[in-house]
């Protein structure tokens, strides 16, 4: 002190030196303390925990800190890296609604500290992501009124991720929750305190309170999705570089609507008056995946479920590269999630969870009132999302189900559709046949619920699918004939009358063969199929354009339903119009088939359910969307032409009808021949009868 000078020679000063020489030692000591001590932002009390499942339990601490975490009745040790990171983990025990607490304890010398997260339970956990229709609000759903009355469910436990994005992959959520862990009410669902504004997901809701009617534990269910957002942003950089997709950037190229003379977007329809509308400027591939997906990936989750492809309708590149990005991004983040797991289950000796199931929604209708019959790329996004299948689960895609939404659009609200418990219900079906159900263990064992709309379901949760055309009648010029043209307002016979030439050609037939169809020794309605319209199937007719899925006419014309059985549809085309809009070309054919290939397929003006085939059980689930191209011959044991995906052009000829029809003719004919011939033989001639 005497060498600090005269002025803290004073019992003040002295006291002051004193003080903060403690201070910073307290400082030094503390930095090594369990000042630092905290769970990750998505371990909370109410959580809902995976059953039968390696659970880590993990989060920080100050470097060597030793950390003790008591739950089920058991005490795990776990002692803090350098960097200032513990882990534990156990086996969860099965799905249970009996409500658990975990003390999370913290030691460094001298200083400790505490965690209590109460109201913990196991059950199956739900990711709910995509963009703004995931993100629609319950509080706008269709049946928001009477579903927010009865909003009062202890055992559905909700979660809602911030949005938010990152340049670099996040081990914890860089914001806190805008909904931590939660039983389901009134308040939780529809309007929160701090965030007045928000509503819980609602087709996320809906989904997750069809499962919990089944199956009776609890329910966890997590809302990750950001409005106007790229499957290119949901994407890690394994799956970009997998599809060729390196750009830091997102384009954003407009689609041409052919025919109407304008250039418009998807966005340009109702978004000014949109509340779901965000800036494009701060999309980068991989930001989401960074930021709101890999912070999630040291929770197990039993599935997730998906609405999203609006936004990458809106550049032909993004459109293009869908049917590899959607694929790939699916079997990433299983492969992520198991990657996560493993290294858990390492210090446990269990196996690593297996591929979860991935659940998502076809893209619903837009642009309800066009007439247009030009198809969008909302019509080729929807066949990309099934990787070019036109149905799931397929081999590109294993484990995953599908809600079709083409017949659910809203005028009202055209881009956001508020009917988000139908999609929902459907998602729903395709979970608990495959997830849940004992059907597949025991066909006789109905689910829980005995209610119609989940009934009889079996292996129809997806409605029925095609399984193959076959050409019944071909082109075949039938005749000419003279046809005489007298004026309506002639009044001398033969004045003014001319004749032309014309040609009459027979309608070809077609039959579209359908599988997953009901079973009538399983139901109680042996009808199969219902036809709502006759409209929805179109033929290509033009070789070499067929594989341009936005041509329309004259590439693609219309046909018509003329009949249907239990599993098949019979459709109908004008031979002549086959030739006239094929330029006159010999021989004409058919080269490809498609169904429901518009933006708004479904006659919308109608209301919603006016597709034109549905599954006749209930509930009555649509034919989805699909195509078949580059058509080749071949016969089937019905001794017809079967059309399907090959690399031969067809031409045209009789079916085999016809040919066995002109060969019992020429048959008759020489029968008759012979006949005629052996009586005019065994005649007597006149000579014979002179002589008798």
């Keep these: 002190l005497f060498f600090l000078g005269p002025k803290m020679t004073n019992f003040g000063s002295v006291l002051f030196v004193v003080q903060a020489v403690c201070i910073a030692l307290l400082l030094t000591k503390t930095s090594h303390a369990c000042t630092s001590f905290r769970l990750p932002h998505h371990l909370t009390s109410h959580a809902v925990l995976q059953a039968n499942a390696t659970v880590p339990i993990w989060g920080y601490a100050s470097p060597t800190s030793n950390v003790t975490v008591d739950i089920l009745g058991r005490t795990f040790l776990a002692v803090a890296n350098q960097q200032g990171n513990w882990a534990i983990t156990f086996i969860s025990p099965p799905a249970s609604t009996v409500q658990h607490d975990m003390r999370v304890r913290c030691q460094n010398g001298d200083m400790h500290g505490q965690l209590l997260l109460t109201d913990i339970v196991f059950g199956d956990v739900w990711l709910c992501s995509g963009q703004s229709n995931m993100q629609f609000p319950l509080n706008k759903a269709s049946t928001a009124a009477t579903t927010v009355v009865a909003a009062q469910h202890s055992n559905i436990r909700l979660f809602a991720v911030a949005a938010s994005s990152s340049r670099t992959p996040q081990y914890d959520l860089p914001t806190s929750p805008t909904l931590q862990w939660t039983p389901a009410n009134t308040t939780t669902l529809v309007g929160l305190t701090e965030h007045a504004e928000f509503s819980f997901s609602a087709v996320c809701w809906f989904f997750g309170k069809a499962l919990y009617k089944q199956v009776r534990y609890p329910i966890g269910l997590i809302q990750a999705a950001v409005e106007s957002t790229s499957v290119l942003e949901w994407s890690s950089p394994d799956v970009l570089q997998s599809c060729n997709r390196t750009s830091t950037k997102i384009s954003h190229g407009n689609h041409t609507t052919t025919g109407t003379g304008k250039t418009r977007t998807w966005r340009d ?276 354009q067929c594989s341009n899925l936005l041509q329309g006419p004259p590439v693609w014309i219309p046909a018509g339903i003329s009949g249907h059985g239990r599993d098949w549809i019979q459709l109908k085309v004008s031979g002549k119009r086959i030739i006239e809009e094929g330029g006159g070309k010999n021989p004409p054919f058919v080269f490809g088939v498609r169904y429901q290939w518009r933006v708004n397929p479904c006659n919308p003006q109608q209301g919603i359910l006016h597709c034109s085939v549905y599954s006749a059980t209930k509930p009555r689930l649509p034919l989805p969307p699909f195509v078949t191209l580059n058509v080749s011959r071949q016969a089937s044991s019905r001794s017809q032409l079967v059309l399907h995906v090959g690399s031969t052009s067809g031409y045209e000829s009789w079916d085999m009808w016809d040919v066995l029809a002109i060969v019992g003719v020429c048959v008759v004919v020489v029968v008759l021949a012979w006949l005629v011939h052996i009586i005019a033989k065994s005649r007597p001639h006149g000579d014979d009868i002179e002589m008798m």
């Excluded at 590899?324 to 492969?335: A, S």
């Excluded at 004939?481 to 009044?491: D, E, F, I, K, R």
């Excluded at 079973?519 to 199937?537: A, E, L, M, V």
């Design 269 to 544: 329809h109702k978004q000014s008056k949109d509340a779901l509308a965000t800036d494009h400027k701060s999309q980068r591939p991989g930001a989401r995946w960074n930021a709101m997906i890999h912070p999630l990936l040291s929770m197990p989750i039993k599935g997730a479920i998906w609405w999203q492809g609006e936004e990458d309708t809106l550049a032909p590149s993004r459109t293009d590269a869908y049917s590899c990005m959607f694929p790939e991004m699916i079997r990433d983040w299983r492969l992520k999630w198991n990657e996560r797991a493993q290294l858990y289950s390492n210090l446990t000796s269990s196996p690593a969870k297996s591929s979860f199931p991935f659940g998502f929604v076809q893209l619903q209708p837009l642009e309800l009132k066009t007439t247009q019959p030009i198809p969008t790329p909302v019509a080729k996004l929807r066949w990309a999302q099934t990787a070019n299948y036109g149905y799931v689960p397929n081999p590109r895609m294993p484990n995953t189900f599908m809600a079709v939404a083409a017949d659910l659009g809203d005028p009202e609200s055209e881009m956001h559709p508020r009917f988000k418990e139908q999609v929902a219900t459907r998602l729903s079906l395709g979970a608990l046949h495959y997830y849940y159900s004992e059907h597949n263990k025991n066909p006789t064992q109905p689910l829980r619920d005995t209610s119609p709309k989940l009934v009889n379901t079996g292996s129809y949760w997806t409605g029925p699918l095609v399984s193959s055309v076959t050409l019944t009648s071909s082109i075949m010029k039938l005749s000419s004939t003279t046809v005489l043209q007298v004026p309506a307002n002639s009044s001398l016979p033969g004045e003014n009358i001319t004749s032309f030439e014309t040609e009459i050609y027979r309608n070809i037939t077609l039959v579209v063969h359908l599988r997953n169809v009901p079973d009538p020794n399983q139901t109680d309605d042996d009808k199969g199929i219902i036809i709502r319209h006759k409209t929805g199937f179109e033929v290509c007719i033009v070789a070499g």
